[in-house]
């Protein structure tokens, strides 16, 4: 595997709201990149967003003219498979958390890829061993789990499988700082670090609401003022989509324990529609 300095190309497959972010920063760390996606309005919704974050940041005076320019020449987007991965030297996958799509995805590009190219999913919750297992040669899978939104927050999560080497631990750890970011490395288990602490919190906010002891406003205020959080469990919920909780909470629900069951409330919702910022309404109206 090259050093994490010496990767010139790297493919980050789903445009969606993970992957459109990733992509930002990987080009604004200096590094081509090809962003991949069945659906070719997704892609130019995703072009359309990097563009408006990093005009925003220009406007902010965050990121300068030049950088903004440069950043979108290294971006390019396609619906074509074969010619996202081609000589690519790492692959950041974000497609919809579904286990038996990312271990199709792994699948195929284990067997397009040779072995020096580092695969990392964007996971926040399923078993990165059970996707590695997919992939030829799957001691060179890793997770690398960003967090929303990409270009703003500094963590990622660099997630060690049984499978993976010490080389692809280390260079997820380095491109991960290259990348502006700061990394920490987990072990391999359901919700890792950050979603299984941050998924506790908004369950029980969500309960909270259920059981009527505060408007939503006001358990965010509770713990962005009582306790610093940056932003409010329910509100970073809406960020998130209720679906997407609703579904990292039926996993551990299952793998973890009963503590990790969804609220009524948060089921009613999904069915309802109401999934947060992307569909306009959850906790809160967008």
């Known amino acids: 595997m090259k050093d994490a300095s010496e990767i010139e190309t790297a493919t980050v497959i789903g445009g969606g709201t993970m992957g459109h972010g990733i992509a930002q920063v990987l080009a604004m760390s200096g590094i081509a990149v090809r962003l991949y996606d069945v659906a070719d309005e997704v892609l130019d919704g995703a072009l359309a967003k990097v563009r408006a974050n990093l005009d925003k940041g220009v406007e902010k005076g965050k990121v300068e003219a030049s950088q903004r320019d440069a950043a979108l020449e290294r971006l390019s987007t396609t619906s074509d498979f074969a010619a996202a991965i081609e000589g690519t030297d790492v692959v950041i996958e974000a497609v919809p958390e579904k286990i038996d799509l990312k271990r199709e ?51 990622v999560e660099v997630v060690r499988a049984e499978q993976s080497s010490g080389e692809a631990v280390a260079l997820s750890m380095e491109l991960a700082r290259r990348m502006g970011k700061e990394p920490i490395a987990v072990k391999d288990s359901p919700g890792f670090a950050s979603s299984r602490l941050g998924l506790v919190i908004g369950l029980e906010a969500i309960r909270m609401v259920e059981d009527g002891v505060a408007s939503a ?39 973890i324990g009963a503590h990790f069951d969804p609220p009524a409330l948060l089921r009613q919702k999904v069915q309802r ?8 309404r959850g906790f809160y109206d967008w």
């Open 217 to 255: 406003e006001d358990i965010d205020k509770a713990m962005t003022l009582g306790y610093g959080f940056p932003m409010g469990p329910l509100r970073l919920t809406d960020l998130v989509g209720l679906d997407v909780r609703l579904s990292i909470a039926e996993y551990l629900s299952r793998e």
């Open 273 to 280: 529609g109401e999934l947060g910022k992307k569909s306009g």
């Open 105 to 155: 995805l792994f699948g195929r590009l284990g067997e397009a890829l040779g072995p020096d190219v580092l695969l990392a999913t964007n996971t926040s919750s399923l078993v990165v061993g059970e996707i590695a297992a997919a992939a030829r040669h799957p001691e060179r899978v890793t997770g690398m789990h960003f967090f929303n939104p990409v270009h703003i927050m500094k963590l």
